[in-house]
C-alpha cells in the first residue's frame, strides 16, 4: 500500500492518540540512553491541550492513523533570548519553533516530513534538543540545521539551539 501522509491541525478529540504518541516517543527515547528528558510526565496532556487551543498543535497522519505530532511555534520564543556559547544564524528576523516532536517508531520519515511543512509556513526555523537526545541531534543536523549554542528552559534546563534559515 502506498503511504499518503498528511500534516494537519491537531484537535482536542486528538488528544488521547497525541499522548500515546507522545509515550512512545518517550520509550524510543529511553531506550536509547536519554533519560532526563521529557520527564515528569512532561508533555502533559494540559501542554498538548493548550497547543491545540493556540493553533500551534499538529499531527502526522499515515493514511488517517496519527503517528507524529509537534508544535510549530511563531517567535518570539522566550527562552531563546540569550543564547550562550554561540550565536543565532540571525537574530533579527521573525521565525517559527518547532517543540515537542513524537512519532511512533515504525513512522519513518516524520522530522523530514515535519521540517518540509515548518519550512514551508516559515524560511527561519529554530529548534532545541536535549543534550542525551543523540537521534534528534543526528536528524536535525542532516536536515540541514546549524548549531548555534545553547539556550536554558524556564526551569534552567540545558538545551542545544539549532537554527536554518531558507
Known amino acids: 500500500m502506498d503511504l499518503c501522509r498528511t500534516i494537519g491541525p491537531a484537535l482536542e478529540t486528538h488528544a488521547d492518540r497525541i ?29 498538548i491541550l493548550s497547543d491545540i487551543s493556540n493553533g500551534n498543535g499538529y499531527v502526522v497522519e499515515d493514511n488517517g492513523l496519527i503517528v507524529g505530532y509537534f508544535a510549530c511555534v ?67 543536523l542532516k536536515t540541514g540545521f546549524s548549531y548555534c549554542g545553547i539556550i536554558y528552559l524556564e526551569s534552567g534546563d540545558e538545551r542545544l539551539a539549532y537554527q536554518k534559515i531558507i
Open 19 to 47: 499522548m500515546e504518541v507522545i509515550g512512545a516517543a518517550r520509550k524510543i527515547m529511553r531506550s536509547n540512553g536519554n533519560m532526563n528528558q521529557w520527564t515528569g510526565g512532561y508533555p502533559t496532556r494540559e501542554t
Open 74 to 140: 511563531p517567535s518570539p520564543e522566550p527562552t531563546y533570548a540569550r543564547i550562550f556559547e554561540g550565536q543565532w544564524l540571525n537574530d533579527t528576523l521573525p521565525y517559527h519553533v518547532v517543540h515537542r516532536i513524537a512519532s511512533l517508531p515504525d513512522a519513518h520519515g516524520v522530522f523530514s516530513s515535519i521540517m518540509d511543512w515548518c519550512f514551508r509556513k516559515d524560511p527561519n526555523i529554530r529548534i532545541d534538543t536535549h543534550r542525551d537526545n543523540r537521534i534528534m541531534q543526528h536528524v536535525i
